[in-house]
């Protein structure tokens, strides 16, 4: 079992930058793929980025060249740094992890979830 908590979501305009941070517990870290998802008001939950333990990334298209997935293992802290935001990446976004098989962007894969962190980004 691994609990994780968001922190780092708020309101920018756009072109603006944020970056996310996950913290995660209860399990060792390094067991884990880690992903980052979003999900906008009436809309599925979509995979954003993902790391796996050896720090092999995979973006959504959406973002790709504008968000970079990172990770401090040490820590256990997950990062989603985010660039040249536009208003459709206004979502709730969330942490997951899952006992770590190959990096995927399958919301069904992934066992573990935060509570979300709200992006609004205004034009």
């Known amino acids: 079992q691994v609990q994780l908590v968001e922190s780092g979501g708020g309101s920018v305009q756009s072109g603006g930058s944020l970056r996310l941070s996950c913290v995660a517990s209860g399990d060792t870290y390094s067991n884990y793929c880690m992903g980052w998802f979003r999900q906008a008001p009436g809309e599925e939950r979509e995979g954003v980025a993902a790391?796996?333990?050896?720090?092999?990334?995979s973006y959504a298209d959406s973002v790709k060249g504008r968000f970079t997935i990172s990770q401090d293992i040490a820590n256990n802290t997950l990062y989603l740094q985010m660039n040249s935001l536009k208003p459709e990446d206004t979502a709730m976004y969330y942490c997951?992890?899952?006992?770590?098989?190959?990096?995927?962007?399958?919301?069904?894969?992934?066992?573990?979830w935060g509570q979300g962190t709200q992006v609004t980004v205004s034009s």
């Open positions: 997951a992890a899952e006992p770590c098989w190959e990096v995927s962007l399958v919301v069904n894969e992934y066992n573990f």
């Open positions: 790391i796996d333990t050896d720090g092999t990334t």
